[in-house]
Structures are given as structure tokens and as C-alpha cells.
């Protein structure tokens, strides 16, 4: 049983950068692919982007050019880099994985973590 555990969300002003690890136990993850996703008020939770087992990303349209997804297998872990961030990108942000596919959730969920994007 695979646990993933997010960090590092917190209140973040516009136009501001923020990173969130997403640390997994129970597994390994290295050989599949990865996802972060997010979840606004009275919204639907929605895919934002993943990272597979070579490394290559791929990311939502609202987020392209300002997010980063990245691995560190020697950690088991998983990053969302965030940068400009808007309000709008306010959220919980989830770790999912693992996945074949881009934007088709995995088994494990992790926790989430909030990101409040305000000036």
C-alpha cells in the first residue's frame, strides 16, 4: 500500500512561487508516472500536470509555462513547482499516482495540501 504525504502549502501573494513535495512510503514509485491535482471551492478536483518514469512531464493548459513537476527517485518524491502564481490557483493541491496515463488518477491519493494564492 503505497502513502503519499504532501507538504509545503501555504498563503502565497499574487505573482509569488511555491514548491510542494509529495513524499511516498510504502513502494516505490520510480517506474510510473505521477500526478498532481487540485481541487477549488465548489469545484471539481482537476488534473494539473505528472511527471512518468523518464522524467518527461505534461501539464493542464491553465498551468503550462508556470508549473513544474519533477522526481527525485533517490527520495521517493515528488515536486509542483509553482511560479506567478494567480488567484485563481487557489486550491488543494493532491499527489496521485500511480498512473499510465496523463490525467487518469491512479490508486493512491495523498492528503492534500492548501495553497491560498491573496494579496
Known amino acids: 500500500q503505497v502513502q503519499l504525504v504532501e507538504s509545503g502549502g501555504s498563503i502565497v501573494r499574487p505573482g509569488g512561487t511555491l514548491k510542494l513535495s509529495c513524499e511516498a512510503s510504502?513502494?516505490?514509485?520510480?517506474?510510473?508516472?505521477m500526478g498532481w491535482y487540485r481541487q477549488a471551492p465548489g469545484k471539481q478536483r482537476a488534473w494539473v500536470g505528472g511527471?512518468?518514469?523518464?522524467?518527461?512531464?505534461n501539464y493542464a493548459d491553465s498551468v503550462k509555462g508556470r508549473f513544474t513537476v519533477s522526481r527525485d527517485n533517490n527520495r521517493n518524491t515528488v515536486y509542483l513547482e509553482m511560479s506567478d502564481l494567480k488567484p485563481e490557483d487557489t486550491a488543494v493541491y493532491y499527489c496521485?499516482?500511480?498512473?499510465?496515463?496523463?490525467?487518469?488518477?491512479?490508486?493512491?491519493w495523498g492528503q492534500g495540501t492548501q495553497v491560498t494564492v491573496s494579496a
Open positions: 496521485n499516482g500511480p498512473t499510465q496515463y496523463w490525467g487518469t488518477p491512479g490508486q493512491f
Open positions: 510504502g513502494g516505490i514509485i520510480e517506474a510510473y508516472t
Open positions: 511527471v512518468n518514469s523518464l522524467g518527461g512531464t
